[in-house]
């Protein structure tokens, strides 16, 4: 529609004896345009058993950066994660690599409460400093973990829903 709106203008100028149209306002149409919201928040994690997307984070978080270790964990295991901010909010969504089996997964964090996500076994703590902590083994050798500050902690679920 653009385009065909310069092709006018152009026959009309040209018709009116007007100068043609600059060869600037021809590429115009060329420019690449920016990327959207999504492309510069949505990311991909792996343990090398194949990726995991992350796309459904709230609004107005901007990336802050990768972590590589979970607190709370018992055990030291590779974790590959990207951390997310809000003002003062802060969004942590990782991948911990090598937990094989739920049994073993079920004792990976002291004080926390085993669940289910999906069917799959899935836990839950809070930190002393109020974050709020969510984890479940998405495929042997993988597990997904998210956790967030108190202004962000309702937006846990809506995030790994939109984690495939």
């Known amino acids: 529609m653009r385009r065909l709106a310069a092709v006018f203008l152009v026959f009309a ?3 009116c004896g007007g100068p043609a149209v600059p060869e600037a306002d021809q590429e115009a149409d060329t420019v690449t345009p920016e990327p959207s919201r999504a492309e510069l928040t949505n990311t ?14 709230p609004a107005g ?4 950066g990768t972590f590589a270790r979970v607190k709370s964990l018992r055990e030291q295991l ?21 937990v094989h ?20 076994p899935a836990l839950r703590w809070r930190t002393r400093g109020g974050l709020s902590n969510f984890m479940w083994l998405e495929r042997p050798g993988t597990a997904v973990y998210i956790g967030a ?8 679920e809506k995030v790994a829903a939109g984690v495939g």
């Open 61 to 64: 978080v901007e990336r802050a």
């Open 44 to 57: 991909s994690l792996t343990c090398d058993s194949g990726e995991l997307d992350i796309v459904n984070l």
């Open 13 to 15: 100028l040209t018709a």
């Open 101 to 120: 089996g739920a049994e073993r997964f079920a004792t990976l964090v002291s004080r926390s409460s085993l669940g289910a996500y999906h069917g799959k």
């Open 78 to 98: 590779k974790v590959k994660g990207v951390r997310w901010r809000r003002n003062d909010e802060e969004l942590l969504v990782a991948v911990v690599c090598g």
């Open 149 to 156: 500050t108190p202004g962000l902690a309702h937006d846990i």
